[in-house]
C-alpha cells in the first residue's frame, strides 16, 4: 500500500523543499535568522508529510505524531514578537567566514587541538538564537567591556567543557558577544555563569594599584 501514499510524503517534500529554496534566492540580501526560520519551515513541513505517510500505511505511532508535527510549524518556528534577532554577518577577519560559520567551526564540535573549548550540543547557531531569545525575554543585562557586550544566558544543557583540558561538565549558560549596542554576533559560546574576561586582561600585582 505504500506506493498509493507515496504522493502525499511527496507533496509534503515538494512544500518542504520549496519554502527552503526561498531562504537560498538571495543569499547576500535575506537576513541570515529569516533564512534559518523559513528553512525550518521547510524541514517541519517535510517531517510532517513522512508523519502523514507512515499513519496511512497503518502506523498508529506515526498518527499520534502528527499534531505534534503540525504544531512545530504552527507554534515552534513562530518568531516572538518584539525580540530583534540576531544577526550572524558580521565577517571574521581572519578566515573571512560569517560569525554563524566563526561559532559552529570553534564551538560545534570536540577540537582536543584547543587548550579549552566550550562544545555545543546540538546545532551552535540554533542555541545561540535560543538563548537570545531567552535574554531578550528574559532582560538579561550585558556588559560591556570596550566595544563588546557580553551576555551571559541561563540556558540548561547548552553545552560542555571541551578542549584538551576540558572534563566534558556540563555547561548552563551561553555566552554571546556583539558589537557594542547591536545585535551583531562577534562570537558565542557555551559557558559556566561567569563573564569571560578581556582578551589580554593582565591581573594586577598583589600591593599594586
Do not use: C
Not at 33 to 46: H, L, N, T
Not at 132 to 144: E, M
Not at 146 to 175: K, W
Request: aromatic content about 8%.
Amino acid at each position: 500500500m505504500y506506493p498509493v501514499f507515496k504522493p502525499v510524503e511527496n507533496f509534503g517534500s515538494f512544500i518542504g523543499n520549496t519554502v527552503g529554496l526561498m531562504s537560498a534566492l538571495s543569499p547576500k540580501g535575506m537576513n541570515p535568522k529569516v533564512a534559518e526560520y523559513w528553512q525550518g519551515i521547510g524541514e517541519s513541513f517535510r517531517a510532517l508529510g513522512s508523519k502523514v505517510v507512515d499513519a496511512l500505511g497503518g502506523d498508529g505511532r506515526a498518527a499520534g505524531e502528527i499534531t505534534p508535527a503540525l504544531a512545530s510549524i504552527v507554534v515552534a518556528r513562530k518568531i516572538p514578537d518584539g525580540i530583534q534577532l540576531l544577526d550572524w554577518t558580521r565577517k571574521s577577519p581572519r578566515t573571512g567566514g560569517d560569525a554563524a560559520h566563526h561559532v559552529s567551526r570553534n564551538h560545534g564540535s570536540l577540537n582536543l587541538n584547543k587548550p579549552n573549548q566550550g562544545v555545543f550540543y546540538g546545532n551552535a547557531v540554533e542555541v545561540v538564537n535560543d538563548a537570545w531569545r531567552k535574554a531578550k525575554s528574559g532582560d538579561v543585562t550585558p556588559i560591556t567591556v570596550g566595544n563588546r557586550d557580553i551576555y551571559v544566558v541561563p540556558r540548561d544543557n547548552s553545552g560542555f567543557a571541551g578542549g584538551a583540558g576540558g572534563q566534558l561538565q556540563n555547561f548552563n549558560h551561553v555566552t554571546i558577544i556583539t558589537e557594542k549596542g547591536t545585535n551583531r554576533v562577534v562570537t558565542a559560546y557555551p559557558s559556566g555563569g561567569t563573564p569571560p574576561l578581556p582578551k589580554n586582561y593582565e591581573f594586577p600585582l598583589l600591593g599594586g594599584e
